[in-house]
């Protein structure tokens, strides 16, 4: 498995630290992999302005 580095500003860490709390999630990698995934297209699609969220 390849990795890479992500860097979460502080002031983001307390959200990202009660999302893992209150899930079961095991780290802040496995966090953002998680919303990478499901989340991914979405962000893609609101960012460009589509309506057409599959």
Do not use: C, W
């Not at 890479?4 to 209150?22: G, S």
């Not at 780290?27 to 057409?52: E, K, M, P």
């Amino acid at each position: 498995m390849k990795s890479k580095r992500v860097v979460l500003d502080e002031k983001h860490v307390p959200k990202a630290e009660e999302i893992i709390n209150q899930t079961g999630i095991n780290n802040l990698s496995q966090l953002f992999t998680i919303l990478l995934v499901n989340y991914g297209d979405r962000l893609i699609a609101s960012l460009r302005g589509s309506d057409g969220i599959n």
